[in-house]
């Protein structure tokens, strides 16, 4: 018969075995689930010829109502600025669109960027980003907004439920650097749902 101290042993390691065993699946349980075979993202975005968009000027001094009924939005920007649709193609993203401008380089440059996409796409994409999040009511929707480093320019996301899909409102890092996030939260400010 084995000693008492032998038993108290044995039942401590059946019961840290057990504890990591269980803490195991539960951060197996959190990992993001893998997509079926057949609903596998594009590995690199499918490059979509641009479109500058007709668009209506607003009432207001030097800017332009920008309106997809499809989606059920608009927001306003600065007439200097183009609206070009569907920029990129991904398996995620349903609709896109860039709001942009021309540097000195010869470059459009985005300053607010609107990608509607799937709820896990969202969901996923900035839990391993290391943002810093709060939250923010864009026209009465409340969303968190996400700032983080990508390729040591600070970027933003601001990420709303739209119907069956998710909204990401963003500015790169690029555009803040030049100057253009004042722009980003005037468009950003205008940002209306179409109820």
Do not use: C
């Not at 920007?77 to 993203?93: A, C, H, K, R």
């Amino acid at each position: 018969m084995p000693s008492v101290k032998k038993k108290y042993l044995l039942i401590s390691a059946i019961l840290f075995v057990g504890v990591f065993a269980v803490l195991g699946y539960i951060f197996v349980r959190q990992l993001p689930k893998p997509l079926p075979q057949n609903q596998l993202p594009v590995s690199a975005p499918q490059v979509i010829p641009s479109l500058t968009l007709p668009i209506e000027a607003s009432s207001a001094n030097n800017t332009k109502t920008y309106t997809n009924a499809d989606y059920g939005f608009e927001f306003q920007y600065p007439d200097d600025l183009i609206v070009q649709e569907n920029t990129f193609g991904s398996y995620y993203s349903k609709f896109n669109l860039q709001v942009e401008y021309w540097n000195k380089e010869g470059k459009y440059l985005s300053v607010f960027d609107v990608n509607v996409v799937l709820p896990e796409f969202a969901d996923r994409t900035f839990l391993s980003i290391g943002a810093t999040t709060s939250t923010i009511v864009v026209d009465g929707v409340l969303g968190i907004k996400y700032e983080y480093e990508f390729e040591s320019l600070s970027e933003v996301a601001v990420v709303l439920l739209l119907g069956q899909y998710k909204v990401i409102l963003g500015i790169g890092g690029s555009s803040k650097f030049y100057g253009h996030e004042s722009a980003f939260n005037q468009i950003l400010a205008s940002f209306k749902f179409l109820r």
